[in-house]
């Protein structure tokens, strides 16, 4: 069955410090994988999607077939990081597959 | 363009009354989506729409039902509301199965 795990609820790193999110996941076919976030009391949006390759940010995120994951990570963390990070996988009909989500606490 | 609109914004509910959540696009997007929201579990999929007239089951349908009338609004109805349906519910909508998903601000719901 397709699942996402992510196995981390908290994640409290110390500004300037690198962050590493993690994602696996478990499906037949070809994966469609992103990660959303929800800054306190905002609705979720769309942070990065595997096929565009691209940093948001300074956020990135490579997806490993081999190890079916999909970290995200950033270098340097900030305060404004500080969110609900989620992994989600497409089943390519307009539904996703959600991850558990990790809470992002990046200290001062 | 005003995106995914939900109302309300929060609701409070004795056991066993009914009421339906809103949802509303303007962006002419064929699919939508009914997701709640619930700590450690992530977001769970309620229900979901490919288009006007077509709905089908998620993850976690019972005690909810949904229609698709038009293309633009997709209300999520409780029957008879739980204590356990105590959530925060997200509508979603995309333009495509692959695209990604725009969230409206969730409705807040407590079941007492």
């Known amino acids: 069955a397709q699942r996402v795990t992510q196995p981390e609820k908290l994640l409290s790193v110390f500004k300037g410090a690198p962050v590493e999110l993690k994602c696996n996941y478990s499906y037949s076919g070809s994966p469609e994988l992103f990660w959303y976030v929800q800054y306190s009391r905002q609705r979720l949006q769309l942070l990065l999607r595997h096929i565009s390759r691209e940093s948001i940010k300074g956020f990135t995120a490579d997806l490993n077939k081999g190890e079916t994951s999909f970290h995200l990570k950033k270098p340097f963390a900030q305060e404004e990081d500080s969110a609900m990070y989620y992994c989600?996988?497409?089943?390519?009909?307009?539904?996703?597959?959600f991850g558990q989500g990790t809470t992002l606490q990046v200290k001062p | 363009n005003a995106g995914v609109t939900q109302t309300p914004k929060f609701q409070v509910l004795k056991t066993g009354q009914s009421m339906t959540l809103q949802c509303a696009q303007d962006m002419n997007h064929e699919y939508m989506s009914w997701y709640r929201q619930d700590p450690g579990m992530g977001l769970r999929l309620i229900h979901y729409?490919?288009?006007?007239?077509?709905?089908d089951q998620g993850e976690v349908p019972n005690g909810y039902n949904v229609s698709r009338s038009t293309t633009e609004d997709f209300p999520l109805r409780l029957l008879s509301a739980a204590p356990s349906q105590t959530s925060v519910y997200f509508c979603?909508?995309?333009?495509?199965?692959?695209?990604?998903?725009?969230f409206g601000n969730g409705t807040r719901l407590t079941v007492t």
């Open positions: 989600a996988l497409s089943e390519n009909t307009g539904k996703l597959i």
């Open positions: 979603a909508s995309s333009r495509t199965g692959v695209s990604p998903l725009h």
């Open positions: 729409s490919v288009g006007a007239g077509i709905t």
